[in-house]
Nanobody
């Protein structure tokens, strides 16, 4: 049974930092590309960042470039999203996704709220 479990969300002040984690089990983690998405209330889910299975290439949405960093540790079956200089508009539920060809798995999400 494949499971992706996000953690690390919470309340953070504008300008602060947060690191999200996505722990995967039940799959060959090192073969899967990983991505982070987010969904704010009333909005569609959007891509935040993605990373190849080896971690040698990353991709970011324009609004996150320079502030967020995606990474992974294949030995720990975990993907990360380091969020710096957060803004109120970063408030959303953040989801991780694992993809290998047609196999796609999603986590349940973790809430990030940016507010003073």
């Amino acid at each position: 049974q494949v499971e992706l479990v996000e953690s690390g969300g919470g309340l953070v002040q504008p300008g602060g930092s947060l690191r999200l984690s996505c722990l995967a089990s039940g799959l060959a983690f090192s073969r899967y590309a990983m991505s982070w998405y987010r969904q704010a209330p009333g909005k569609e889910r959007e891509l935040v960042a993605s990373i190849t299975n080896t971690g040698d290439s990353t991709n970011y949405a324009d609004s996150m470039k320079g502030r967020f960093t995606i990474s992974r540790d294949n030995a720990k079956n975990t993907a990360y999203l380091q969020m710096n200089s957060v803004k109120p508009e970063d408030t959303a539920v953040y989801f991780c996704k694992a993809r290998l060809a047609w196999s796609v798995y999603w986590g349940q999400g973790t809430q990030v709220t940016v507010s003073s």
